[in-house]
């Protein structure tokens, strides 16, 4: 038997306005369509801000549905909009943005796994890192540099 360490870093601001101005626009929009979910459910609202290489901004909000958990993450609704709408862009960063009716969330809040696993599938795709802020409804934002810190042990197309 042997024993490993997996280590992740994250740099971690003290808040939006801390952010540099780029990121702090994007974390804008993901702010502003985090306030249009639709969370009769959860009543836990995320928003998602993807900027891509060719410029474009495309966002999602978490879409929930009756036949609960049958709904969708606002992280795969901006990804896979991405996807259908600029299939050979690059992603260059992801701002998300959760809050909660029922009380402010102060932590940040980072994807889900089934994000997570959908956010490895375009790293993997565009062989190249995708920054990823994360934050609640207010305090520190996080910055993981590349989904793999979120998700060290990736699950991909190999091991198929």
């Known amino acids: ?66 036949a609960y958990p049958s709904g969708l993450c606002a992280e795969r609704v901006a990804v896979f909009q991405a996807g259908a709408a ?5 992603i260059e960063m992801i701002a998300i943005s959760a809050a909660s009716d029922s009380g402010n969330t102060h932590a940040p809040i980072p994807p889900c796994g089934s994000c997570r696993q959908s956010i490895a599938e375009y790293e993997f795709r565009q062989e190249k890192p995708i920054p990823i802020y994360f934050t609640g409804e207010s305090g520190p934002v996080f910055l993981s540099s590349s989904l793999r810190d979120l998700l060290p042990f990736t699950f991909d197309k190999n091991f198929l």
């Open 1 to 66: 038997m042997k024993e490993f360490k997996q280590v992740s870093t994250f740099i971690s601001y003290d808040g939006i306005e801390e952010l540099p101005a780029a990121v702090r626009t994007l974390m804008d929009k993901a702010v502003e369509v985090r306030k249009k979910a639709y969370a009769p459910y959860s009543k836990f609202r995320v928003g998602a801000a993807l900027l891509l290489d060719n410029g474009q901004v495309v966002i999602g909000s978490n879409q929930e549905n009756a």
């Open 86 to 90: 600029f299939p050979d862009a690059k």
